[in-house]
């Protein structure tokens, strides 16, 4: 069963598991399918849903998150970063409903999309709308954070708000 | 004007090409010394003239046919002798090796420099392996794929789906009217021997393929291909007495002032690389895009050639799907003929070098079929999308 169809509010995917290897065939390459690689830099946002916490980069000074993370403030360049947490609300700026199965054992079709934070204009992630019908997708819909655990990462996907 | 733009004193000398096919079976650098030899000929130069070599991305082996061969590889088979050469990613695209040619000629580094991009993408194509997929490899991903793949974001499809969905929300633009770069495409196409695909195709064939990821289907995706593409780029006091009438290097765009991203952009109904480029290029000329006789614009999929259009100010913002719409002011005799070769969808993913050396075919009058009419003497190639890139303002006056 793909991410989409599954309901709760933390999924499970078998298929993102970095050692669920998937064999088709002696003749087809066994795939995982890929996980972020942690870093110092980069550990407070793919591991903060452990807590149920979205987390970014923030400059007190500017009153600015940052993402991508990195080592300065592009604004004040100050070096001296925080991380923060954000509420998880977000608005779909935009999205994808892809039917391309990309590798073996890709379930198709799944929805990408870009989303934008509450805590500010242009705080932007990459991301997959779940726990929505595929149809019902809209651009300006409200939705917020769920995270899927793979491993140690925890990917934080988007649903619809609810109520 | 008060200041000097040096890439006007650089032309295009000569153009080469090797076959362009699906799995043809043969080597990168037997496809590159090829086209090399032949734009070499087409110039009126030997060998031994070339003093420089330019390359986007370089030799590349993370990714399979998609850069088999760099600068090195063709100096040593052609035992080249020179003075400047640069292969590399980080530079504006797939034209960012003529623009460093430009570069180096400017500044007085090389007077002939060969500027090539080859691919075996077809030949390198598995069923689980395609160069243009990422995270395919098992490892985990860094560096900025991490921001997409672990979503499924696998492909620049996916990517470029996006701007197209927003640009459908916001401007109200159509699969019907998106259609129609494919359809034209197709119609030129059919009238250029080497193009891969060269049965007619109608707006219902196009609506009726299959989705890739919305609103993007099959018909807007390019077709990968085994082939190499070559231009000589020359110093004009050197070009002067050459075999053809050189193609002047009217103005570059090369900007990019926006995020490094794919997602950062301020504007997700465009491409910021494309907007910052043509912005540059235009502030280099007196031209304006109404003195464009033929336009060869970027397609690796059918949106961000819509996005270029407006870019390049052939249209306003927002208005690219009513432009192209009905197909008849992008056709061989229509206003602003695009893509007369067929494009990346039809003649195959050249990736951009296909667009400088279809501008100059058609500069030359050597378009046989496909020739547009009237002698067209000023033509803009464009390449790259998403992050990535340059347009160029080629004329022969």
Sequence with gaps: ?163 | MTIQFNEKNCAITGIGQSPVGRKLGRSALDLTVEAALAAIADAGLKPSDIDGVATWPGANTNHPGMSPIGVFELKDALRLQLNWFSGGMEAAGQFGSIVNACAAIACGLATHVLCFRSLTESSAQTATRRASVSGSDGERVSGLGQWAVPFKAFSASIWTAQFAQRHFHEYGTTREQLGWIAVNQRRNAALNPKAVFRDPITIDDYLNARMIATPLCLLDCDVPVDAATVVIVSRMDAAKDLRKKPIRIESIGCAHHGRFSWDQHDDLTTQQALRDAAQMMWARTDLKPKDVDVAELYDGFSFICLNWLEELGFCGLGESGAFVEGGTRIALDGELPLNTHGGQLSAGRTHGFGFVHEACTQLWGEGDARQVKNNPQVAVAAAGGGVFGTSLLLTTD
Excluded at chain 1, 121 to 131: A, S, Y
């Design chain 1, 1 to 163: 069963m793909g991410a989409a169809k599954d309901a709760g509010s933390i999924i499970h995917d078998p298929l993102l598991k970095a050692d669920n290897i998937l064999i088709r065939g002696a003749d087809v390459q066994a795939l995982p399918l890929p996980l972020p690689e942690i870093t110092e830099d980069n550990r407070h946002f793919w591991t903060g849903g452990a807590e149920g916490k979205l987390q970014f980069q923030y400059c007190p000074q500017c009153d600015y998150y940052l993402h991508p993370p990195g080592p300065v403030c592009p604004k004040c360049y100050q070096r001296s970063l925080v991380v923060k947490a954000v509420s998880g609300k977000a608005t779909l700026l935009t999205f994808s409903l892809n039917y391309q199965p990309w590798m073996p054992g890709l379930e198709v079709p799944y929805a990408v999309g870009i989303v934008e934070m509450a805590e500010q204009k242009g705080l932007r992630l990459t991301t997959n709308i779940v726990n929505c019908e595929l149809d019902k997708i809209q651009i300006g819909m409200p939705v917020q954070v769920v995270f899927q655990q793979a491993d140690d990462v925890y990917l934080p996907l988007f649903e619809p708000v609810r109520g």
